[in-house]
């Protein structure tokens, strides 16, 4: 069978990524310009200046994989930018790129949904998966279990009522002083504190999460207690959220009767999480957790989620606009 080399395009938040990869798993480039360093300032991302850098970066980015993965844009078979969900300004312009590609070029064009693309991860990292299996989808955006019953077919068993883990990771480490991103600081600071502080557990009657209570339980006990130790409450929250993905999860795996769980989304690169999930290999249950580099957002990820749609017969025309809220199905 004819080799298929996918140029994926990622640019839904912050990450300016281009990447070159054959038949969906083997990564001939991943080339990512991250804008961290832009928004630390502000404490979060802001969503104009980071159109505007995406706008700057989206050529040279390309450039760079296509010269990396010693192609020419003629083997390119079909371009797959993100379409959602993520910021629409910065969501259009990856995707206004890739149609103007896909145009110039006269290749096929597939959309993306971002978060087919974390799952997606994984089968970079292991050549060997393959669905179905349950996903556990930990991110800056989302926070859900997804049934992956085929490459491009998910059932969503239950997701967050309020904000995403990523959130409450982020906005943590903001009221304790570590600053954007938040999550790998609350991760590094977390390893030289004991889970000392009690903190709330919010479960529902079905699969859903919730991560207000346990934000506002850290912010109180923040505010209120004197000279606390800020290692020990980021090492409490991180325990308390991790036992409340193990249950879910765990739950979840019993419903569809199946023993594999991977992880995926920029939250799986939490080293605590990666840990306990691993533990639970001694009860029989497979657990992939994708390459670190992976987890964050990535355009490799991306082409990845793109190959498949591709080839289950999925092509878009060039009418396809950006959805900021899109979902799996
Ligand atoms: O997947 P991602 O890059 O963006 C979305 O697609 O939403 O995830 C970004 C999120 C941020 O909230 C960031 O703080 C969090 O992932 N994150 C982590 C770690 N590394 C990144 N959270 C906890 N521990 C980490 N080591």
Redesign the pocket.
Known sequence: MKDIITLGIES??D?TSVSVVKNGREVLSNIIDTQIAIHEKYGGVVPEIASRNHIEAISRVTKKAIEEANITFDDIDVITPTYG??LVGALLVGLSYGKALSFALNKPFVGVN??EG?IAANYITYKQLKPPFLCLL?????TQLVHVKDYTDFEILGKTRDD????A??KI?RVVGLG?????????LAKEGNPSYELPKTHFDNLDFSFSGIKTAVINLNHNTPNINKADLCASF?KTVTEVLIENTLEALKQINLDTIVL??????????REQFLKLEKQGIKIYTPDIKL???NAAMIASAGYYNFISGKTDDLSLNAIPNLKLN
């Not at 995403?164 to 959130?167: D, K, T, V």
């Open positions: 839904s938040c990450e969900p993520g971002h978060i974390h930990i991110s800056g955006g989302n995403a883990i990523g959130e990771f982020d480490a954007y991103p938040g999550g790998p600081k609350v991760d590094k991180q995926g989304g920029g939250v799986s690169s939490n080293s605590y999480i987890c964050t957002d």
